[in-house]
């Protein structure tokens, strides 16, 4: 695949795409992941470099329109990051009979794409985790309900819907893509050790993560 490291934001749209198999996505020691591909099983199909988002990198057909909003809900407000609208949209898509995805913890918190189909779950998905999320193979579930002509919300960075849309190859009315601002994800492993430096500091298992803690700041509004 024609594209050098420092270029490639790990999207998984070549592994998600490849008819066989032979791209795994591999650790750096920083914990970032990069594709490698199999050379042995490689058909060259060039398929990888067909829906790479930085090969072919998107164009804005047109200016978006903006609105600002944020959830009068004092709660969902404080559970989430910013305005907590990310959860007031997903809520709309999952009563509609919709699907949701975005990242959440994994039991040893790490940081993962999930799939989401109830609203009692949809605290699992709240909140920004300041680390690289594993999207696995996470697109093919995507596509797989959009055939079924499931509605889709997807969460994630900029550079994972980019390699959505990308594996996707067109529009679908059922899909809602979106994008958090975001400027890098940190380190994976870098998180990793400083969690088992703070089990190892304080000789404790961790029960609870939280990234940007509200409980002392939050602004009350009126419901
Ligand atoms: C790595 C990262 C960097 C960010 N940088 C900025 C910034 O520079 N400036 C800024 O204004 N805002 C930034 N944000 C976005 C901000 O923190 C809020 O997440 C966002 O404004 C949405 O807020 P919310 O209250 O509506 O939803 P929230 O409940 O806060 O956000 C939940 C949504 O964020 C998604 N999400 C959480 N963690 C990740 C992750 N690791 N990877 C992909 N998706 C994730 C979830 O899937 C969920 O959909 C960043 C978020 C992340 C994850």
Do not use: W
Request: aromatic share 8%.
């Amino acid at each position: 695949m024609n594209i050098s490291k420092k270029d490639c934001t790990g999207c998984t749209a070549c592994v998600n795409v490849c008819p066989q198999k032979c791209i795994n996505m591999t650790k750096d020691r920083e914990g970032f992941t990069y594709p490698k591909i199999d050379k042995e099983k490689c058909v060259y199909c060039n398929l990888c470099e067909h829906v790479c988002p930085i090969i072919n990198k998107p164009v804005l057909k047109r200016h978006p329109i903006i609105y600002a909003a944020i959830n009068s809900n004092n709660l969902i407000r404080e559970n989430s990051s910013s305005g907590g609208v990310f959860y007031l949209l997903a809520n709309v898509v999952l009563n509609n009979g919709g699907v949701v995805f975005g990242a959440a913890f994994s039991p040893d918190f790490r940081v993962t794409h999930i799939k989401c189909e109830r609203p009692e779950d949809l605290y699992k998905l709240q909140g920004s985790k300041y680390v690289q999320s594993d999207l696995n193979h996470i697109f093919r579930d995507v596509k797989q309900a959009l055939l079924r002509k499931i509605p889709v919300y997807f969460s994630g960075t900029p550079c994972q819907i980019g390699g959505l849309q990308q594996y996707l190859g067109r529009n679908y009315d059922e899909l809602i893509c979106q994008d958090i601002i975001c400027h890098g994800v940190p380190s994976p492993e870098v998180y990793v050790r400083y969690i088992e430096a703070l089990k190892k500091q304080y000789n404790a298992q961790i029960e609870k993560l939280e990234f940007r803690n509200k409980r002392k700041g939050l602004v009350q509004l009126s419901n």
